[in-house]
C-alpha cells in the first residue's frame, strides 16, 4: 500500500514505541533502539523491549 501526499497515518503521529518481538531485534536495532520499559503495575510482568521512535513534544529526560 502506497501513502499519498503527506503520507503518515494519523495514529503513526503520536506513537513512540513500539513492542519488538525476539524475531525482530537484529533488524530493529539496525536503525532504532531498543529499550526495555516495565510491562505494567502488576507485580512479577517484567519488562518488554521496545524501539524508540521519537518523543512527545515538550518531554525531557531528566
Excluded: H, K, N, W
Excluded at 5 to 16: L, S
Excluded at 22 to 49: H, K, N, T, W
Amino acid at each position: 500500500m502506497l501513502l499519498s501526499g503527506d503520507g503518515t497515518p494519523a495514529f503513526c503521529r503520536t506513537t513512540y514505541a513500539l513492542q519488538l518481538s525476539f524475531a525482530e531485534f537484529v533488524v530493529a536495532a539496525r536503525d532504532y533502539p531498543i529499550v526495555f520499559a516495565s510491562g505494567g503495575s502488576a507485580a512479577g510482568e517484567g519488562y518488554v523491549p521496545v524501539i524508540v521512535l521519537g518523543s512527545p513534544p515538550a518531554s525531557t529526560c531528566s
